[in-house]
């Protein structure tokens, strides 16, 4: 199976993946977290990207193409995956369908621009697991440091306000379309985040199964 999630910075695509990964053992394709990894080893490309992710903007769609390219050809991915971040416009979109890829659903995580504000500014993330935390709503156990490694967390550089009211602008201008573009093939599947994180994943995982 080769599911699409979609939806707002911040909108829980890493939790709500994490979610159907474990009960499809399916791999999570993040080309976030791709292109931190190339920023963070410091790889030519790295450098090329930086200034983009930083300025909260998107990477230019050849340079993400070919990332996620030369990462599906990995033998995790040849079951299906979980495509989380990507694409995040309509000539990735394509760039799928010219890769010969069919996608089976689109999983669109629906939550307000305020409250995707409020979480990610209050994000704190574990460099060396990914976890990811809220100092207010889903603290960790002891503060700044992730339950399962006990490393310190960070704020993500992109998470700092003006970035956030960027990422959610481009978000609106150049992946929002996609929703009418998978609504039109019948994948999409709309999910209301709701207040509680295991009731959004229970609406996620049936979204999943549905026809
Ligand atoms: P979030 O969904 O919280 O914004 P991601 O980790 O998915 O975070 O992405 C972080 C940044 O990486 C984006 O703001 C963008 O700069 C870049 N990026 C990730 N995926 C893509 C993509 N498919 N196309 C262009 N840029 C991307
Ligand atoms: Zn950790």
């Known amino acids: 199976m080769k599911l699409i999630l979609l939806g707002a910075p911040g909108a829980g695509k890493g939790t709500h993946g994490a979610a159907i990964r474990d009960q499809y053992h399916l791999p999570i394709i993040s080309t976030g977290d791709l292109i931190r990894k190339a920023i963070q080893s410091g790889t030519d490309l790295g450098e090329k990207v930086k200034s983009y992710v930083s300025a909260g903007q998107l990477v230019p769609d050849e340079i ?26 309509i000539a990735q979109a394509r760039a799928l369908e010219e890769m010969g890829i069919v996608i089976d659903r689109v999983i669109d995580l629906e939550v307000d621009d305020q409250s995707i504000v409020e979480r990610l500014s209050g994000r704190l993330v574990c460099s060396a697991c990914g976890a990811s935390y809220h100092t207010k709503y889903s603290p960790p156990k002891e503060p700044n440091l992730c339950d399962n490694c006990k490393k310190p967390l960070s704020r993500r550089q992109d998470d700092e306000p003006a ?49």
Do not use: M, W
């Not at 990332?67 to 995956?81: A, N, T, V």
């Not at 978000?171 to 959004?200: C, F, M, N, S």
């Open 163 to 211: 970035t956030i009211l960027e990422r959610l602008r481009v978000y609106h201008e150049q992946t929002e379309p996609l929703k009418d573009y998978y609504e039109a093939q019948g994948k999409l599947r709309r999910v209301i985040g709701q207040e509680q994180v295991q009731d959004t994943t229970r609406l996620v995982l049936a979204a999943v199964a549905s026809e």
């Open 64 to 89: 993400v193409i070919n990332i996620l390219k030369e990462r599906l050809q990995q033998p995790d991915c040849q079951d299906g995956y979980i495509l989380d971040g990507f694409p995040r416009t």
